[in-house]
C-alpha cells in the first residue's frame, strides 16, 4: 500500500496525550516493510510546528529528524504546480475549511493516486479520498 501520512496521524503517533495515540499506535504496527510510506515537506512543517507547541522542541527535534533522515518515509516536495493545484482544491472545496497544507496533501494523493492517506482528519473523507485506519 501506498500510504499518505498526515499532520494528525503524526500527532497522534508522537504524543502520547493524544486520545488517538492507541488507535494510531495499533494500525501503525500493522504496516510492512511492503508498504511504502509518504508524507510532504508541507505535513513535516505543521507537525513540527505542532509537536513543539504541545510537547517540546526536543519531541519536535527527534520527529524532524527521524522523518527527513531516516530511509522509512518519502518526502514528496511541494512545488509551484502542487501549490497551483492545491490552490484549485481549496476553490472546489470552499465550503470545507480546509487548511492550504491539507489543499496540498488532497491534491498530492490524488495526483499521485496513492492508496490511501493514514489520518484523523474527515475532511480528507469529506474530499473523496480513502483514509485508514
Known amino acids: 500500500m ?9 500527532i497522534a503517533l508522537n504524543d502520547r496525550s493524544d486520545g488517538r495515540h492507541p488507535q494510531a499506535r495499533e494500525f501503525y504496527e500493522t504496516l510492512t516493510g511492503a508498504d511504502r510510506l509518504l508524507t510532504s515537506n508541507f505535513v513535516i512543517d505543521e507537525t513540527v510546528t ?10 519536535a527535534l527527534a520527529f524532524a529528524d527521524a522523518v527527513l ?3 522509512l518515509y518519502s518526502v514528496l516536495y511541494v512545488d509551484q504546480e502542487l ?5 484549485a482544491v481549496m476553490k472546489r472545496f470552499r465550503d470545507k ?3 492550504f497544507t491539507d489543499c496540498t496533501t ?15 482528519d474527515d475532511d480528507f473523507a469529506k474530499a473523496g ?3 485508514v485506519p
Open 69 to 71: 533522515k531516516g530511509k
Open 106 to 120: 488532497i491534491a498530492l494523493v490524488q495526483s499521485r493516486k496513492l492508496d490511501a492517506v493514514f489520518a484523523f
Open 2 to 10: 501506498r500510504l499518505y501520512f498526515d499532520t494528525s496521524a503524526f
Open 50 to 59: 505542532r509537536l513543539r507547541c504541545t510537547i517540546g522542541v526536543g519531541e
Open 83 to 87: 501549490e497551483r493545484a492545491a490552490l
Open 129 to 131: 479520498l480513502p483514509v
Open 97 to 99: 475549511r480546509l487548511s
